[in-house]
RNA sequence: GGGCCUGUAGCUCAAUUGGUCAGAGCAGAGCGCUCAUAACGCUUUGGUUGGGGGUUCAAGUCCCUCCGGGCCUACCA
């Protein structure tokens, strides 16, 4: 048994997240923890809301409530979303917590005093209508290069220019419009991350078996240009971490906060510990999974994220660690995921365009989400949302294959045997070529797990439901039930054991559905299958068992064609 | 502008990292079965691997070039 560690890269808390945030994070990390736990493995597996910067301000002033009221209102919704989606959080935790502050304002006063922070004078655009400072891509005005009249600070949306706010002519606020804006000096801390550019390379260069959607993004940071860049992790804002060292005030820096990105993924430590909170117990108990000096020597820390995040997490996160100078666990593996767009472009938020987490659940169950997501899930390049190409997956993978599999089973022997595992006949080469075929099939799904290669995994998912039909077509049963029904019972008993089996294999992936078919089965639970012939015969003659309802219903060409209708923007 | 990724069957993706006739699922066609959600099984059509050039005994894989798609470029997160 190992103890793994796994995290999923934090939701951001400005508003209901589209699939896209689903897909490249937390969907394929709980099929993970799922999979080792039901392995036996020791998982502690952490999410959290990313709460603090600019966007969270906004988004709480647009909807009328102070940004703290905001943000627990929109914890307890992305909560109840995750919760939907069976995101099997071992904590769920929020970056705004006290834990976080605590250990976000210590991680700041070690690399102080490691020598690896430095002040920086800037000249900032302030806003006076609005109270507090610009971030570039919120000023807005005409670009000097284009003409275009809605430039951003950062860059030119029209000619892709890059550009400083102060280029921009008749400079306006984005948040209120507002022109009366100025140019102030405003001090920061730097993190010196360029002192640690040659640790963290040969880091980075050390982990040979990183995606190279990891590892190239990575070194592309750490040798463009003059090299690894300093980074200022504070800003002028009011909702967030105050800048302390430690406990004690950091002079010159009152009324600032830090960088959410220097914050947020310090809440995943944060996080683990607001779950030992959560349950009761010391911090022995999460420092066994961070620190290496107290029992986490023997972690492996595998993290999920979209590539967006990959920088962050593979630079300035490990620098933040790395230069605390303390044993604090770095992460062992990087799995990272390109993006989903939707039907033939990007998913939207302002746009309204794509489906929202919640909407998908009200039109259908998780599973549904949960497998095509998965087995379609962007692990090589980008991949693409369309209604046409869902309901074909879902409809063939989960109705036709796996759901017709358990209705034609434990329909045929409710209508013959009655609704208990029959008893009579003997398995013949028949079932032992199925036990052949499945152990092979099990050790390349568990080797695609392992290796955290989703698309592979439900590929051999699916494979091994298709070994249940071909199996009963071969055997069929209602034949052999006119001549010799002892041999029919058999069969039919070797198919209802295949239905545990599936469910336990295919929990990771279906949980919701898993549990339905155990619950069928009269079972609680079910261990995963070290040797699939004693898998194959646990369910013993005699046993009762529940017909159960359609396990997936198909999704209708009409039903598809209103939602392509009403999800094609303008929420 | 710079960097990175990507282009394989109508669609979605594979191809042990240079090594048998480039494979699978879906869709299409034919046959079979009748237990089942008109479901399942078997067989089968379909590719000059975006175009062109090069290296090599051997190229989907490496190099050059052109064309298309995408991402990043450090104060959105």
Not at 348 to 375: C, N
Not at 529 to 555: N, Q, R, Y
Request: contains cysteine.
């Amino acid at each position: 048994m190992s103890r793994i560690l796994i995290t999923s890269a934090l939701p951001y808390i400005n508003g209901i997240k589209h699939l896209g945030n689903l897909v490249g994070s937390q969907l394929p990390s709980d099929v993970y923890a799922r999979y080792m736990r039901a392995r036996g493995h020791e998982v502690m597996y952490i999410c959290a809301t990313d709460e603090h910067g600019t966007p969270a301000e906004i988004a709480a002033a647009k909807a009328g409530k102070p940004v703290a009221e905001y943000c627990a209102e929109m914890w307890q919704t992305q909560k109840a979303i995750a919760d939907g989606f069976g995101l099997s959080f071992d904590h769920f935790g929020r970056s705004s917590s006290r834990r976080n502050h605590r250990l976000t304002q210590h991680f700041a006063a070690r690399l102080d005093a490691a020598g690896l922070i430095r002040e920086v004078s800037e000249k900032m655009i302030y806003s006076n209508a609005d109270g507090r400072f610009l971030p570039d891509r919120y000023v807005e005005g005409t670009c000097p290069n284009c003409g275009y009249d809605s430039a951003r600070g950062d860059q030119c949306e029209n000619c892709t220019k890059q550009l400083d706010p102060t280029d921009l002519i008749d400079p306006r606020s984005a948040i209120s419009g507002s022109t009366d804006l100025e140019v102030r000096e405003t001090k920061h801390l730097f993190l010196c991350q360029s002192v640690l550019a040659g640790q963290l390379e040969a880091w980075i260069d050390s982990k040979t078996d990183w995606p190279l959607l990891t590892t190239s993004i990575a070194k592309k940071w750490l040798r463009d240009g003059d090299g690894l860049q300093d980074r200022g992790i504070t800003r002028d804002l009011d909702w967030g971490i105050p800048v302390q060292k430690g406990d004690a005030p950091w002079p010159g820096m009152e009324g600032k906060v830090f960088y959410v990105w220097f914050d947020a993924p310090i809440e995943y430590i944060a996080a683990t510990a607001e779950w030992a909170d959560a349950t009761g117990q010391d911090d022995g108990a999460w420092e066994r999974w961070w620190r290496t000096d107290k029992g986490a020597g023997d972690v492996r820390y595998v993290q999920f994220m979209g590539k967006d995040n990959v920088p962050f997490h593979t630079l300035s996160f490990p620098a933040t660690i790395i230069g605390s100078g303390e044993p604090w666990k770095l992460v062992d593996y990087i799995k990272s995921f390109n993006y989903l767009n939707y039907q033939g472009g990007q998913f939207s938020t302002s746009k309204g365009r794509g489906v929202f987490q919640d909407q998908a659940l009200e039109i259908l169950p998780a599973d549904y989400w949960r497998w095509w997501l998965m087995s379609n899930v962007p692990e090589s390049s980008d991949s693409e949302f369309t209604w046409e190409n869902f309901q074909a997956g879902v409809n063939k993978d989960l109705a036709d294959v796996l759901g017709n599999f358990v209705s034609r089973v434990t329909k045929f022997c409710r209508s013959r045997f009655g609704e208990q595992v029959p008893e009579g006949g003997d398995w013949t080469e028949a079932e032992r070529m199925v036990v052949a075929g499945l152990t092979t099939r099990l050790a390349a799904y568990q080797a695609a797990l392992d290796a955290m290669e989703m698309r592979k995994a439900a590929a051999e998912l699916r494979a091994i439901w298709v070994e249940g039909n071909e199996y009963l077509q071969a055997a069929a049963p209602w034949a052999a039930f006119k001549t010799d029904p002892g041999r029919a019972a058999a069969v039919v008993r070797f198919a209802l054991n295949l239905i545990r089996f599936y469910a336990v294999l295919s929990a990771p992936f279906i949980p919701h559905a898993a549990a339905q078919m155990l619950q069928a089965l009269g079972l609680d639970a079910a261990d995963w299958p070290e040797d699939v012939e004693a898998a194959l015969s646990a369910l013993p003659a005699g046993h009762g068992f529940a017909t159960p309802d359609v396990l997936f219903a198909k999704i209708t060409d009409e039903q598809r064609e209103a939602w392509a209708a009403r999800f094609a923007g303008g929420r």
